[in-house]
């Protein structure tokens, strides 16, 4: 299936850095995932949008194999995800990912949760792996929390925790599984501004949200799932003033009628 | 009353439950290192491993103690001549350990599984997501949180073993607390109800703190979410 061989090591900009083709997963009777063809290019920032039970968190969770797929090939930075084991966790420290639910570790403080990755999977220094930590929690503005545990944070700060986490990995992409769905009204803006920052700096990044003004500021390309497809792609502007399929008119109108 | 009071001048009760303490505080460091090894085997992605963690819980679990212990003794050592020290006495004492160890690992892995369960199944992910395979994820962020969570149901492991510490009698360890009973009540028949109630106190005594420790130690050490 995938005897090709493998483009040279070289990081070239040649190949996308993130592609998916013909990717199909099934659960059970349910086809989640069908034919799923996505390629994000290196610095690309990626909105994917469409009504739940569209398959969009499953598309982003398959990128760094939390969700295993049927079949199709996913490939990172030119490389196939790897089925298990070591090479699948080198992969996962180049992904980042953040989580609706944020997932901090909830025994460790904020400072420990930022370090562990780097510490433990990169072999980093204590006294560097700090202040890298440090400085990124400075980035999205919860450096005065390092000593608290995450139940001490709300729910804003424990995700800007968990995205200075990601990035403490220096990842080469970052996934964003509906990053502000799980927030306060109040909270979701510091956490998108913390996303825009971040876009505006370069990251490659694919966001699984229902924040339309975030896909409006900060996106190339809009992907829009319904049933398990990608039914239609497009820059923010043309998809939000002129959708093309039916299905994203009708998304459209559901969510922009208030 | 005077009776009674002789009978401490005559038999060495607290030496005898000291053997049972010691059996107690033995078997528990190995069947916490045993269980846990065996709940690491049974949440493992390895399909043998979690078939072999499940098939030693559901064998031992479901085996009576007494059979274990009187295994350990004619069966090891009578039988297949395994002893653990040339000291006589010692080999006997260890066989029981072995036993209660093997027996007591079963239900520490089914408490350490259950604390597993308290951990959200997003902390394993996001071990996962930032590049940590199964054993570093297991034992920097699930076994951590799931023992903090297990410490009520490993508590009640340590109460049932330091009560099950009195099988070690069957498996030929003749200093232990319910053997010296055995003795006594065999000498003094006239005395044979305060010495009933002197050995259930002295284990009464003993679990008592147990149980409130780990209450305490559960509420204090809960990971908060």
């Given at each position: ?7 040279s090591?070289s990081a ?9 083709k ?19 290019a290196?610095?690309?920032v ?14 982003c969770?398959a990128?760094?194999?939390?969700e295993?797929?049927d079949?199709?090939?996913?490939r ?16 996962r420290a ?15 403080s904020?400072l ?9 999977v990169?072999?980093?220094k204590g006294?560097?792996a700090?202040e890298?930590a440090l ?5 999205v ?27 403490a ?9 509906e ?5 306060d009204?109040e ?7 913390a996303?825009?920052a ?7 990044m ?6 339309m ?13 319904a049933?398990?497809q ?11 003033t002129?959708?093309?399929?039916e ?5 459209l ?6 | 009353?005077d009776?009674?009071?002789t ?16 059996l107690?505080?033995w ?5 916490l ?5 065996l ?10 491993l979690?078939w ?23 069966g090891?050592?009578g039988?297949?001549?395994v ?5 006589f ?17 079963a ?12 951990v ?5 992910e ?9 054993l570093p994820?297991a034992?920097?962020?699930i ?16 109460i049932?073993l330091?009560?099950n510490?009195t ?5 030929s ?8 009973m055995k ?10 109800i305060?010495?009933?109630f002197t ?6 005594i ?7 420790l ?12």
């Amino acid at each position: 299936m995938t005897s090709e061989p493998q483009p040279s090591t070289s990081a070239s900009s040649a190949h996308p850095l993130v592609s998916l083709k013909k990717v199909n997963k099934h659960y059970g009777p349910l086809h989640v995932l069908k034919d799923i063809d996505l390629e994000v290019a290196r610095g690309e920032v990626v909105v994917v949008i469409g009504p739940s039970g569209s398959g969009k968190s499953t598309l982003c969770r398959a990128i760094n194999r939390l969700e295993t797929i049927d079949d199709g090939e996913i490939r990172v930075d030119g490389k196939v995800l790897p089925a298990e084991g070591k090479a699948l966790a080198r992969l996962r420290a180049d992904v980042g990912m953040v989580f609706q639910s944020f997932n901090l570790f909830a025994h460790k403080s904020i400072l420990e949760n930022v370090t562990l990755g780097p510490v433990k999977v990169k072999g980093m220094k204590g006294g560097e792996a700090k202040e890298l930590a440090l400085s990124l929690l400075k980035r999205v503005g919860v450096d005065n929390q390092a000593d608290k545990l995450p139940a001490q944070l709300s729910g804003g700060q424990q995700q800007r925790v968990a995205i200075a986490r990601a990035l403490a990995m220096k990842p080469k992409v970052m996934l964003f599984d509906e990053p502000t769905s799980a927030l306060d009204p109040e909270m979701i803006n510091e956490v998108l501004d913390a996303m825009v920052a971040l876009a505006k700096e370069g990251m490659t990044m694919i966001v699984v949200t229902h924040e339309m003004g975030f896909a409006r500021k900060a996106a190339d390309r809009v992907v829009f799932m319904a049933d398990g497809q990608i039914v239609e792609q497009a820059t923010p502007e043309e998809f939000f003033t002129n959708p093309r399929s039916e299905r994203a008119k009708d998304f459209l109108g559901k969510i922009l009628a208030h | 009353m005077d009776n009674f009071l002789t009978l401490f001048e005559t038999y060495n009760v607290p030496a005898a439950f000291w053997v049972n303490i010691q059996l107690t505080f033995w078997a528990a460091v190995w069947s916490l290192v045993l269980g846990t090894l065996l709940a690491l085997m049974r949440i493992s992605p390895i399909p043998s491993l979690q078939w072999l963690g499940a098939a030693y819980v559901n064998i031992f679990r479901n085996t009576p103690l007494t059979i274990i212990i009187a295994f350990g003794v004619l069966g090891l050592f009578g039988q297949l001549q395994v002893s653990l020290t040339d000291d006589f006495n010692l080999n006997f004492f260890r066989l029981a350990i072995l036993g209660l160890t093997i027996y007591h690992a079963a239900f520490v892995c089914e408490a350490i599984r259950s604390g597993v369960n308290t951990v959200p199944l997003g902390q394993a992910e996001a071990a996962r997501a930032i590049g940590l395979s199964f054993l570093p994820a297991a034992r920097l962020i699930i076994l951590p949180q799931a023992f903090r969570g297990a410490i009520a149901p490993l508590g009640n492991v340590l109460i049932a073993l330091i009560k099950n510490s009195t099988v070690a009698a069957a498996g030929s360890v003749a200093a232990e607390a319910s053997s010296l009973m055995k003795t006594m009540i065999e000498f003094r028949g006239d005395l044979v109800i305060p010495i009933f109630f002197t050995f259930a106190i002295g284990f009464v005594i003993l679990v008592i703190p147990v149980g409130l420790l780990t209450t305490w130690a559960s509420r204090r050490l809960a990971v908060a979410r």
